[in-house]
């Protein structure tokens, strides 16, 4: 079952892994090995994980790289469905 307007990933890294450790996100981009743009770009939804993104939280964090994985592929696949009737598709099979 999907959930209904699922969080970006970046809100859950700001919430359940920076805040309750009093991480910035200058000192968290550099434990992850990225720049302070890049995770920026993450946490505020305005660009997604990527799957080496997803290793590196998972490294960093104690997670999978599967949960990050799937949190994004939750996110963007709600926000598509949204658009799913002004698709111009034609049923190929029965």
Known sequence: MRMHNPPHPGEIIKSLCLEPVGLT???????????????????????????EMAIRLSIA????????LSQQVQYDLW???QGRKALKVIKLAA
């Open 25 to 51: 996100v200058t000192e968290a981009a550099k434990g992850l090995g990225v720049s302070r743009k890049t995770l920026s770009a993450i946490l505020n939804g305005r660009s997604g994980i990527s799957p």
């Open 61 to 68: 964090f104690n997670t999978s790289a599967e949960s990050w």
């Open 79 to 81: 926000h598509a469905e």
